[in-house]
T-cell receptor, first 115, second 117 residues
C-alpha cells in the first residue's frame, strides 16, 4: 500500500544533542511537509518542500532544518534540541496534480522526548 | 484572513448515540478545500474527507456524514451510532486552491470526542 512512513516512532534525545527524524513516502507526491504538534494543540507547519524548493515558515526557529535528497525522502534536523522542542513531529505529503490534489496525507508521527 | 473554528473542545457521548462535530470557516477565496482528519491516541492524522468549495453535495460514508453549507460557512461532521473506536481528536481544516500554486492547510483547534461504552 502507498503510504507515508516515519522513523523512528519514538525518539529520546538529550538537551542540545542533534537529532534527525526521517520521513519517506511511496505516493510519489511532489510536496512534503513537516509539522510540529504539541499536546492538545493543532499541528503547526514548520516548512515544506514543493518539489526541490524549500519553503520555511516565518516563525520556524533556525534550530530546525530540513533536507530532501530525493522525491521519496525528507529529513528534519533539530540542531540543538531544547526542552520546548519535545513534541510529536508529523510528516505529510500532497500532490499538486490529479483529482485528489492538495489533500495532505500524514505519516504516523515521531514523538520526540528531550531529556 | 483564513480561519477555522471548532467551538467544541470536548464532547462525550455514550456508545450508539449520534454526535455532530461543528466546523465554521472564514476565507476570502471563492475556491477552496475543506477537510476532516481523525487523530486517534496513536497520533497519526487520518484523512477522512475532502470537499471542494464548488461542490455542496452532502456526503455519507458508512456511519459518517458531512454537511457542507456555504451560506453559513460551515462543514459539520456527524457520526451515527457512535462506537468506542470513534474516540479521537477530530480536526477540521481549510486549504485554498491557487491553481498550480500550493495552498496552505489551516487547522481548527480540534474536538476531542470520547465515546463511552
Amino acid at each position: 500500500d502507498a503510504m507515508v512512513i516515519q522513523n523512528p516512532r519514538y525518539q529520546v534525545t538529550q538537551f542540545g544533542k542533534p537529532v534527525t527524524l526521517s520521513c519517506s513516502q511511496t505516493l510519489n507526491h511532489n510536496v512534503m511537509y513537516w509539522y510540529q504538534q504539541k499536546s492538545s494543540q493543532a499541528p503547526k507547519l514548520l516548512f515544506h518542500y514543493y518539489d526541490k524548493d524549500f519553503n520555511n515558515e516565518a516563525d520556524t526557529p533556525d534550530n530546525f532544518q530540513s533536507r530532501r535528497p530525493n522525491t521519496s525522502f525528507c529529513f528534519l534536523d533539530i540542531r540543538s534540541p531544547g526542552l520546548g522542542d519535545a513534541a510529536m513531529y508529523l510528516c505529510a505529503t500532497s500532490s499538486t496534480h490529479g483529482q485528489g490534489k492538495e489533500t495532505q496525507y500524514f505519516g504516523p508521527g515521531t514523538r520526540l522526548l528531550v531529556l | 484572513a483564513q480561519k477555522v473554528t471548532q467551538a467544541q473542545t470536548e464532547i462525550s457521548v455514550v456508545e450508539k448515540e449520534d454526535v455532530t462535530l461543528d466546523c465554521v470557516y472564514e476565507t476570502r477565496d471563492t475556491t477552496y478545500y475543506l477537510f476532516w482528519y481523525k487523530q486517534p491516541p496513536s497520533g497519526e492524522l487520518v484523512f477522512l474527507i475532502r470537499r471542494n468549495s464548488f461542490d455542496e453535495q452532502n456526503e455519507i460514508s458508512g456511519r459518517y456524514s458531512w454537511n457542507f453549507q456555504k451560506s453559513t460557512s460551515s462543514f459539520n461532521f456527524t457520526i451515527t451510532a457512535s462506537q468506542v473506536v470513534d474516540s479521537a481528536v477530530y480536526f477540521c481544516a481549510l486549504s485554498e486552491s491557487r491553481g498550480s500554486t500550493l495552498g496552505r492547510l489551516y487547522f481548527g483547534r480540534g474536538t476531542q470526542l470520547t465515546v463511552w461504552p
